[in-house]
């Protein structure tokens, strides 16, 4: 039998970067490619401990339904959370989502009609890519410096837009140690990304899955503190700084935004599991979070260290790459001419893996790029596994 | 600041149904509102055992990313528990989901265009209407009577919209149970529909969370198995054969439509649970699924015969209603000149509750009809709200 698809479906192109992922599954690979975090790192006993005494205390809570807009307890501990590295965030205005990808899917379904406009850094995060391409919108990349996204690049993409008589239903940043470049968006940038937003009346998308894995310095204000929470949606999951497996997300903004989003979400899937955001919320409001995250930075920062110094002294000099001071990626810019794709292909053999980066270009360039992660592999093998990979990238050059 | 929001978000209405179960939630209350399970069917200290085990033997695996059609572990689990219930379905025609509404909205970004025709029952569910209204669906309503969609009536609604030169994308049935009216489709017309189906070229969507639940007689067969796994897309859940706080569910169909689907998914939530995926594969594997479906029949099977029971006894004979032979509803119909919104209102402050039957229908009919649940009061509470409700009823004849 065949099947009228809808235009939806039809946009929807499979991930090359997800078949990418199958083949650095295979034994013996030293895996640069996906973003995971060190399963070492996973508090096994804690939740254990926490899961048994919330079973037996309100079990019939756990595993019953509810609320779409999230578990008060779990809104709670995040908020508080949210208050120790400077957010303020009311109840009103936050919703628990379904890890910070289910925050992107219902964005893009409250803000992009086929053919919206919408501004992102380029490269960008993949799965918002795939969203917005997926809800039809006309994707504009403004490339970024090592300052974050680039000013005046922004100002002439929005005149672009506005002078076919259109308006961005949004700017999507990742300010904080940025995926796929590993960059951090400076203090003066974030000024003025938002007094365009403000001028030019758009949204602007915070995506901030590694705002808190902070390893030099200290972190600068998010784009909702600088806001005042005006004309910012931020979303933030447990994935990267604690752990992806409970698929945990909440995001905040506007009260009029968050109402809709939740609208949305009681068609997507009714609500997010009680049963996680209750373990959860009590693992946050027993101060366990807190050694996590310290655990978790003392664990990358030597991680990024060590892959920092391999490519100084493995990589060839004709390649450029960032020098993260938080999150799980690093860059790396090869010469024009090399194809990170063929790359690849040779460094699966020789059982490296990385991702390529073209896909994180909604306008389609980046051949010649590639993102290096560091949180999963050990100290050793990042040393081994850069050097294998410098032997291939100069065998080409 | 004002945005500009998308189509789909403006055609999002926010539930009523989700307003009334906010006033239900007031102590004191005797609720026939929700859809919830029995919380005493909750096999706490089983899942805590499972849960102790599965975290210590492989956490890293639990808590870390999955596969976006789902963990194999729970794939196996959830096909080896369909064969005992007469179900036939290979690891390639299935994939997780985020339970049956996520399944829903799936499907329907993978069939529907705005303006698509598609065909449900006249009434079904909130969850599905929802989510064909959001993608813009010409949603088409066909009548019931106690055997089920009447054939007749599906026969002319295909005709028209094909009259209009279009094509319905789907035929949406809920089979066995059906939310909201309690009502099994017979046999013979489950073979009518499959056959119009093969006929029309039409995709069928059967969901079918109730279908375990039996308490007379023997399950027929499911529009999947009568159809050899052709043409048919069926949605499972564990929401109420089980319980719903882990937000689990499942869907089998052609390899064509699912791996779509798994596209789709990718772009929406990456993945489902890995932890929760884990336990509940264990449950089942241990055999303990049989033991929790024997108790949740054991235990809605007398909370439906009272309910009936007090029906018999209190309600005033101007009033119809289903006799359910499993699941969880039971429908009402009143006379027509009565309004159950209105009465809903007066209910309330007697201190009972249920769902009002508009909602339920897709064309804005059933003004004077209502959806009792049966799982998840008491026995008490049962023949005191029946009684107390059809005071209230019989007051307005």
Known sequence: ???????????????????????????????FAGGLPDASLFPIEEITEITAKLLADKGYLALQYGPTSGEQEFKEAMIAFGAQHGEEVTQEQLTVT???????????????????PVILELPSYLGGIQAYRRCGADMHG??????GIIIDDLLACIEKI???????????????????????????????????GREKQILIIEDSPYREIVFEGEKLPSLWTLSGGKGVVTLKTLSKM?????????????????????????????????????????????????????????????KARAMLDALDEHFP??????????????????????????????????????????????????RHTLRLNYSFPSIEEIGEGIAKLAGVIKSRL
């Open 317 to 366: 000099e004709e390649a450029r790459w960032s020098r993260p001071t938080g999150g799980m990626f690093l860059w790396v810019v090869l010469p024009e001419h090399l194809d990170a794709k063929e790359i690849f292909m040779e460094a699966i053999e020789k059982n490296v893996a990385y991702i390529t980066g073209q896909p994180f270009h909604c306008d389609g360039s980046g």
């Open 1 to 31: 039998m065949s099947y009228e698809y809808s235009t939806t479906s039809n946009r929807v192109v499979r991930s090359e970067i997800r078949e990418i992922l199958q083949l650095t599954r295979r034994p013996g690979i030293i895996s």
């Open 162 to 196: 506005e002078s076919g008589g259109k308006k961005p239903r949004f700017i999507n940043v990742i300010p904080d140690f940025q995926n796929p470049t590993g960059i951090t968006m400076t203090l003066e940038r974030r000024h003025r990304v938002l007094e365009i």
């Open 98 to 116: 379904s890890s910070s990808q289910q925050g992107l899917d219902l964005l893009s379904m409250l803000l992009i009609d086929p053919g919206s």
């Open 142 to 147: 403004v490339r970024m410096d090592d300052e």
């Open 242 to 302: 604690l752990f992806p497996g409970m698929r945990l997300g909440w995001m905040y903004g506007d009260v009029e935004v968050i109402e809709k989003v939740i609208g949305l979400k009681q068609s997507v899937d009714l609500c997010t599991p009680s049963f996680s955001q209750l373990i959860i919320a009590e693992y946050f409001r027993s101060g366990r979070m807190a050694e996590s995250l310290r655990r978790a930075i003392d664990t990358y920062r030597p």
